[in-house]
């Protein structure tokens, strides 16, 4: 009975994951106060179903073809004289930090789990983010799923307490 409701769940994380319209808490929340089905195993299914479709987008952003060439190449020097010279200069500047930071596991790991847990930052950038730094595929898998696991089942709970 619970493999089908684990099944539907993790098809459900993963679409939600990708398509940001498909909301995962609702459904958490939906499952939760109908009591049609399980909510610990739908929160968790909606868990895994998250966490492989956020690696998924991890990994496509890690290996799009050309990556690696792109990132020898230097950029194009910029005019810091006209007002658009100088925000495409802090848009280099701030996303360079950002994928520092997402690199050092002292920022990586606390921000995915945060982004995870919290849903600030949001977890769809960070996920985009992440693959493009130097973050360990293994590292992002398990914060996302972690900070995932422990959302949606303290929220499955919570609703199905009433």
């Not at 020898?72 to 848009?91: A, M, S, Y």
């Amino acid at each position: 009975m619970w493999v089908w409701q684990l099944v539907l769940a993790v098809g459900f994380g993963i679409g939600s994951a990708v398509v940001p319209v498909m909301n995962a808490e609702t459904y958490v929340l939906a499952v939760g106060a109908t009591h049609a089905l399980n909510p610990v195993v739908a929160a968790a299914g909606i868990s895994v179903g998250q966490t492989i479709g956020k690696v998924a987008m991890f990994l496509a952003v890690r290996y799009r073809p050309g990556y690696a060439a792109r990132k020898t190449k230097e950029p194009k020097p910029v005019n810091l004289d006209t007002r658009r010279g100088r925000f495409i200069q802090w848009n280099r500047d701030v996303t360079k930090r950002l994928l520092d930071a997402m690199s050092d596991s002292r920022w990586g790991i606390p921000v995915t789990l945060l982004s995870a847990f919290v849903g600030v930052p949001p977890l769809y950038g960070v996920a985009l983010i992440g693959g493009a730094s130097r973050m360990r595929t293994v590292v992002f898998t398990l914060s996302v799923l972690a900070g995932r696991g422990a959302r949606f089942i303290l929220l499955a709970l919570g609703v199905s307490a009433f």
